[in-house]
């Protein structure tokens, strides 16, 4: 029996053991990288670029942070989110009033930059699309449902039969350079078609300064952020283990022991339920004199059993033959008293105060003599 | 779908299953703390996943080592008949046939009304057997069946616990107590002590020839039998003693009137008590009992019967009676009685003086039923009207309650009065004095040889 529990323990063991190697060991597995990042070989990646460019002689950087107000770099800024946060945007416009370079690669920029775009009516169903740059004809990718918008200050630098694919803005002593294509710089596509011409036709590598990746907003911001990655360390494990916790909790709350009791009728009844009743009814009719009536019949009774004074004496009879033989009331009293109720007798009404008056005093003879 | 919500409900909520204990949870918040204290630092996914499986795997080896429902043996000793309000023990037996040993926690399935303290933390030696007995106070009489016992056990380290059910068919029978029955068994001459009569022989020559005996100074010389005295050479002297074999006849009023609380019970229960009571004592003393029990119908009949082996008869019949939302149909219950006794009875009425205060209709069956038996009515005096009357009339309503409480009783008294002078005693006593009452005015009604 124990052995065979035993058994059972070794058994988890090893299947543990199991679990933890076999994290270990599928950890060489292809790193998943999230595309445009300049470090991903992956076809979605931008490393092919990169390592032209760094090869070449131009001084290329990635930067995970805003722009510092620095003069004539180029900063590539491949499919950000749009910016949630104005602020941001606003550092990004100063940066190039400072006389940078931006070059925004997002397939639809509409709202970024203050820039507009338009729905393109593209009649050909063909991939890719003839672009013409300063009268050269490019067969480019078209990935895009919209054109940008050019204003009138703008120079229109890759347009075809839609629209403009590519423009060049200034924007004070810098300029904003927009393609709408991101898809021409990936690992995968840099080299097909005319790409490579069109990409280094429109993104000015020579003439600027140095070259900076931006990829602060594809990894500290924005949608792209792994959502295991989105709080701090402890706030997961509290959640973790709340849930687990709840659930032993519930577990353990929620298996009942002992049997089911039907919830009891109410059956207790007490036998002063219709004296109440009638009693309430009278306060309701105030019939004041009918219930000092009754009390004075009980208190003839109680003085009857105890001195055997007999009924049909009148009340200044028998609280006169009682005086002497109570403590608490002084004969003066009892007289005063017996003449009060003769006089309540004779009148046959008495109001609420009366009432309550004289039942406490009667309340007090019939304490005295039983 | 229904049969799976009820087989889903009773697995997961009610019937057999492993519930994590609070040590469990304790252990787990304390883990949770600490694992929450390294994140502050260090914080990774793998850790985490790994560190929660090796403790829920730790703490699960423990569920792993409880017994199965064939390991551990029960059963159930109870008694089959129980008196109500009289304590009553309860054992449970377990025989644990594991290498283990395992603390124990259980709930029977006894009704509501068996007032209980289960017992917990009840170990359970490996191999061993073990009794482990619980009280109970039964409230309420009656028939009741009790099957599913519900025990949990959980090994020393306690992280788990299991539950598990045992069907232990047992019937038991909640009946009116008998501590008054008993006392008057003992000894009827001290159970009647406070009451001031004995059991005696009172008219001299009237009644049954009992025995002969020593002639003593004080003995009628009317009564010495010279026959015996002759043979003896010593004086002897005849005793009688009453008659035997006179019929009782015992009413039950189950009606709405006698649902009402005492201290202890309620009014019918406090009836059933003396009724049997007195049942007893006639039985006794070779009388035959027959008891009605009714309502707005006849709930119950006992022929009469004789000997102390009828009382048992009367006691299965009578002992599950329950008060009716009804008013009682007297009419109906004295035509019965009279229907089967034809013979002249002493008929018993246990029931409440109020509704004949307030009815004049009854007195006229009564009335009748006086010209053949000798009827006498018992009723439970009420401590709630002596309250109400002796109340302070601190308001309006308070002295009206307490005008109408001494109306109450200034009219109850004149009732009483009427009925007497028809020949129909009623009497009034207090809960705890009924039986002790309704004996002795039996036994006064034997000596003064009036059935």
């Known amino acids: 029996m124990f052995g065979k529990k035993r058994s059972w323990i070794f058994g988890i063991l090893f299947f543990l053991l199991l679990i933890v190697v ?35 002689g131009h001084d290329v950087t990635q930067e995970e942070a805003l722009p510092t107000m620095t003069k004539e770099t180029l900063r590539v800024l491949v499919n950000p989110p749009v910016f949630t946060d104005q602020q941001t945007e606003n550092h990004y416009l100063d940066y190039v009033r400072q006389g940078n370079t931006i070059v925004l690669a997002k397939e639809n920029p509409d709202g970024l930059f203050n820039l507009k775009t338009e729905y393109a009516l593209t009649g050909s169903e063909s991939e890719t699309t003839e672009a013409d740059y300063q009268g050269e004809k490019l067969e480019v990718l078209q990935n895009s449902f919209v054109r940008l918008a050019a204003n009138e200050d703008d120079n229109v630098l890759l347009e075809d039969d839609a629209g403009a694919l590519a423009i060049e803005r200034h924007i004070g002593e810098g300029s904003l350079i927009v393609l709408l294509e991101p898809t021409w710089l990936t690992n995968d596509q840099i080299t097909k078609h005319d790409h490579t011409s069109a990409v280094f036709n429109l993104i000015p590598f020579k003439e600027s300064g140095p070259v900076i ?66 009693a309430i009814w009278q306060a309701k009719g105030k019939n004041y004199y009918a219930s000092l009536e009754y009390q004075l019949d009980y208190l003839k009774e109680v003085i009857r059993e105890r001195y055997g004074i007999p009924y049909q004496q009148n009340w200044t009879e028998r609280l006169a033959g009682i005086a002497g033989k109570t403590d608490a009331i002084s004969t003066k009293e009892l007289d005063y008293i017996a003449q009060g109720i003769e006089t309540i007798l004779a009148r046959k009404s008495l109001n609420k105060q009366e009432y309550l008056s004289w039942s406490a005093k009667i309340d007090k003879i019939r304490e005295e003599v039983e | 779908m229904k049969r799976f919500k009820s087989l889903w409900d009773r697995l997961l909520f009610r019937d057999k299953g492993i519930i994590p204990t609070y040590k469990l949870i304790t252990y787990y918040a304390l883990f949770t703390l600490a694992m929450f204290v390294l994140s502050i630092w260090q914080f990774s996914w793998l850790f985490l996943g790994i560190a929660t499986l090796l403790m829920i795997s730790l703490l699960i080896i423990d569920a792993f080592l409880l017994p199965k429902k064939e390991d551990i043996e029960v059963a159930r000793t109870i008694a089959d008949e129980m008196e109500r309000y009289a304590k009553q023990m309860v054992t449970i037996h377990f025989h644990n046939r594991t290498n283990d040993t395992y603390t124990v926690r259980l709930i029977d399935g006894i009704p509501e009304s068996f007032q209980t303290i289960f017992p917990t933390n009840q170990l359970i030696p490996s191999g061993k057997s073990v009794a482990i007995s619980y009280e109970i106070f039964p409230q309420i009489r009656g028939k009741y069946q009790i099957d599913t016992l519900y025990i949990r056990l959980k090994t020393k380290m306690g992280l788990w616990e299991k539950q598990i059910t045992y069907h232990l068919s047992d019937e038991v029978k909640v009946i009116p107590n008998l501590s008054e ?47 015996q005295s002759a043979k003896l ?20 009023d189950c009606g709405r009137m006698m649902g ?17 009571t007195l049942a007893t004592a006639a039985l006794q003393n070779g009388d035959q009992v027959s008891v009605i029990a009714f309502s707005k119908e006849i709930k119950a009949v006992v022929p009469s019967g004789k000997g102390l082996e009828h009382l048992d008869t009367i006691l299965q019949t009578i002992y599950a009676l329950e008060v009716d939302a009804q008013e009682s149909n007297y009419a109906l219950a004295i035509q019965h009685a009279q229907s089967i006794q034809r013979k002249r009875s002493m008929i018993v009425l246990f029931s409440d003086v109020q509704t004949f205060v307030n009815e004049d209709y009854q007195l006229f069956y009564m009335k009748k039923i006086r010209k053949k038996h000798l009827f006498v009515m018992l009723g439970i005096e009420d401590r709630l009207l002596q309250a109400q009357i002796k109340m302070k009339p601190e308001d309006t309503i308070a002295a009206m309650e307490k005008s109408m409480a001494q109306k109450q009783y200034i009219n109850q008294k004149q009732v009483m009065r009427k009925w007497e002078k028809h020949g129909l005693p009623m009497l009034e006593a207090p809960a705890e004095r009924l ?13 003064r040889g009036l059935l």
């Not at chain 1, 597995?29 to 990169?50: D, F």
């Open chain 2, 260 to 276: 009402v609380e005492l201290e202890e019970g309620n009014r019918l229960e406090k009836s059933i008590e003396a009724a049997i």
């Open chain 1, 22 to 56: 076999s994290v270990f060991s599928t950890s060489n597995t292809p790193e998943e990288y999230p595309p445009y990042l300049v470090e991903s070989p992956s076809p979605t990646g931008l490393k092919a670029l990169y390592t032209y460019l760094e090869q070449n």
């Open chain 2, 181 to 227: 029955t008993k006392k008057y068994l003992a000894s009827a001459q001290k159970y009647l002590l406070h009451e001031g009569i004995k059991i005696r022989k009172v008219r001299s020559g009237v009644g049954e020839f009992s025995k002969v005996r020593s002639y003593v100074v004080g003995d009628d010389p009317r009564k010495i039998n010279w026959r």
């Open chain 2, 233 to 252: 050479q010593e004086m002897m002297t005849n005793e009688y003693e009453p008659e035997h074999g006179k019929s009782v006849t015992i009413l039950l």
């Open chain 2, 435 to 447: 039986a002790v009452t309704s004996v002795s005015h039996y036994i006064e009604t034997l000596n």
């Open chain 1, 213 to 278: 990746f931006d990829e602060y907003s594809l990894t500290k911001t924005g949608g792209l952020v792994s959502h295991f990655e989105l709080y701090p360390g402890w706030a997961y494990v509290l959640l973790i283990q709340g849930i687990i916790m709840a659930i032993f909790i519930l577990w353990n709350q929620g298996k009942r022991f002992g049997p089911i009791y039907p919830v009891r009728e109410e059956t207790v009844r007490l036998s002063n339920e219709r004296l109440r009743a009638i």
